[in-house]
């Protein structure tokens, strides 16, 4: 098995090392598929637009497994509520976020050219194709999971007061 892969950012433009594993669970058709689910459900929820700093702890709090199984299973649940009966999710989550910048950009990126995002007054994100989101969320099984986990996430974070206030209690800062 090859590891240390190097692949192209079209982020930093630099490369980065990773194994096989690595380039094949953060591509960016599939984290961006996370973060796209993440973007229509924050932005059907919320007053204003996700912020793009926002996604980067909320797609990594999906991707993360031992997080992600503790998102609720239902919309209608209060984040702060949840994450003061799960402090544990904020153990090293700052770190990890860090680490996901470059795949989680990538994915942006990606999502941007095949038209299903797009970005909205200076910060803001939207879905600029629901249609075709909606068609990509049926298609795999596998997928089942994660796009459930960041509808959810998206959802109760765009119910929450601010993007500010809920980098706050996530112990994160800008």
């Not at 249609?131 to 994660?146: C, E, P, Q, V």
Request: include cysteine; charge should be positive; charged fraction near 20%.
């Amino acid at each position: 098995m090859k590891t240390g892969l190097k692949r192209y950012s079209t982020w930093k433009k630099v490369k980065v090392e990773q194994s096989v594993e690595t380039q094949n669970l953060l591509n960016p058709a599939f984290c961006g598929l996370i973060v796209a689910n993440i973007i229509d459900s924050y932005n059907s929820k919320a007053k204003q637009h996700i912020p793009f700093y926002l996604l980067y702890p909320l797609t990594t709090m999906v991707l993360h497994k031992n997080t992600r199984i503790r998102i609720p299973s239902r919309a209608s649940a209060k984040i702060h509520t949840w994450i003061q009966e799960n402090e544990q999710i904020k153990i090293g989550l700052a770190e990890r976020s860090k680490s996901m910048v470059p795949f989680i950009s990538d994915s942006i990126l990606f999502m941007a050219e095949q038209d299903v995002v797009s970005g909205h007054d200076n910060i803001g994100l939207v879905i600029k194709n629901k249609r075709t989101l909606n068609k990509i969320n049926k298609m795999s099984d596998f997928m089942a999971g994660y796009s459930v986990s960041s509808k959810v996430i998206g959802a109760i974070s765009g119910n929450f007061n601010g993007p500010i206030s809920l980098m706050a209690i996530l112990g994160l800062r800008l």
